[in-house]
């Protein structure tokens, strides 16, 4: 009867493992999407990167604008100034000023060309980076698509596995619960093991007293493996079935190699023989030839 009880923890142990299953699985999507998504991705960053310095370009073109009207505004008070001179060396200090400012706005000019000439530059190359990730985009989508599917599906029977266990957990003993989850928190995989044949702890080996063995198997309290802390339960009669059948199949495929292995051995033999006497033919052979 309390077997019952500790079968219901070996369900849940179950139940456990197969949501432990079904996470790694979940977790397994991530690597898997961003592998999918990393060509778009990079080809979206060339195109901010690019994106990013036609827009220096732009800012860099309107500060020469600007500083261009305003060399032009100079020189034309420059010249109206010529006008206004009253002696050589007044003309001659202006004229001076005009040259200055008069290359200054030439290397403006010329800084400009080069500036119109960069961006246009970059225009076009933003231009086909910008193809290039959209193809990219639309070659990842499909598969994208695809994936974020079979991951949702996935959250989905994760959540219902989750539901099913907490529903389970519910007419499970509370103090058998507790123990099994503090167990598990201390991240152990399996906080319960079945008592082997021979008497030994089905996670650690170790043996286990007699006294314990005998408790365990009538089920009357919950026992835990002193060395490994283990909950310990006794093999059910489907368990114990179970294990014979494996067992004896084992046997049998252990049986079966062993004689395959004998076959092998003898044919090889055999033809070891054979090959001697085949030799011999050859050389009978060969005024046939
Ligand atoms: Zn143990």
Request: negative net charge; contains cysteine.
């Amino acid at each position: 009867m309390t077997e019952q009880t500790r079968a219901g923890l070996k369900e849940l142990q179950r139940l456990d493992e197969e949501i432990r299953a079904a996470r790694d699985f979940l977790a397994g999507f991530d690597p898997l999407l961003a592998e999918v998504e990393d060509p778009a991705l990079r080809l979206e960053a060339e195109v901010e990167r690019t994106r990013s310095r036609l827009q220096e370009m732009r800012l860099e073109e309107r500060r020469l604008e600007s500083s261009t009207r305003e060399k032009r505004t100079r020189i034309e008070k420059l010249q109206e100034r010529l006008n206004l001179v009253r002696n050589v060396r007044e003309e001659s200090a202006v004229n001076t000023e005009l040259d200055m400012v008069r290359s200054a706005l030439e290397a403006d000019e010329r800084e400009t060309l080069s500036v119109l000439d960069q961006i246009r530059k970059f225009e076009l190359r933003l231009e086909e980076e910008t193809s290039e990730w959209e193809q990219a985009r639309a070659e990842v989508e499909p598969k994208q698509k695809e994936l974020l599917e079979k991951r949702e599906a996935a959250r989905t029977g994760l959540a219902s596995m989750e539901s099913e266990r907490s529903a389970f957990a519910a007419s499970i003993d509370p103090n058998e619960l507790r123990v099994y989850d503090a167990i598990h928190s201390g991240g152990r995989r399996k906080a319960l093991a079945v008592l082997t044949e021979d008497g030994a702890c089905g996670s650690c080996f170790s043996m286990i007293p007699l006294q314990l063995q005998q408790e365990i198997r009538t089920g009357t309290s919950l026992i835990r493996c002193e060395a490994c802390g283990v909950i310990l339960a006794a093999q059910s009669e489907e368990e114990r079935e179970a294990e014979a059948k494996a067992d004896a199949e084992a046997a049998a495929k252990a049986e079966a190699d062993a004689a395959a292995e004998a076959d092998a051995a003898a044919e090889a033999e055999a033809e070891a023989t054979g090959d001697e006497t085949g030799d011999d033919t050859t050389d009978g052979e060969t005024p046939e030839a």
